[in-house]
Every structure is written in C-alpha cells, then in structure tokens.
C-alpha cells in the first residue's frame, strides 16, 4: 500500500514509503514515470522506504535501509 512520496531532503530524487499491510511477504513493484521497478520485498505489517534517482537509462529505486 502507498504511504507516501516526497522529494528526499538532500535533493537527489525522491523518497518512496510503502506498507505491507497484509498477513504475507508482498513482491513490491511499481511504474514511475513509465519505468517499471522492482522493489523487493515487504514482509507483513512493514513498512519500506525507497529512493529513487534518475540515471541516464531511466529511474531506479534503491531500498533506505534503517528508515522507518
């Protein structure tokens, strides 16, 4: 489930938060901008931070890791 998106405080792209609210391990993906991303994976009940930054080839989505 979406939960927010906003550009990252340092600038570079934007910040992607995600939750799992199900009772299952989710696959996450999304479409930016015409780009697909795999995400990975959220387990139940967690939540997931992404940024995600421009390259010359399209965009392309990193997990945040200690971002809760």
Not at 10 to 16: I, M, N, P, V
Not at 42 to 53: A, D, H
Request: glycine share 12%; aromatic share 8%; proline share 4%.
């Amino acid at each position: 489930e979406f939960s927010a998106m906003k550009p990252a405080e340092d600038g570079k792209g934007y910040a992607l938060r995600l939750q799992n609210r199900g009772r299952s391990t989710q696959t996450v993906k999304a479409v930016w901008q015409g780009n697909p991303l795999k995400l990975g994976a959220l387990k139940p009940l967690e939540y997931g931070t992404w940024r995600l930054t421009k390259s010359k080839t399209g965009w392309m989505a990193k997990r945040e890791k200690g971002i809760t």
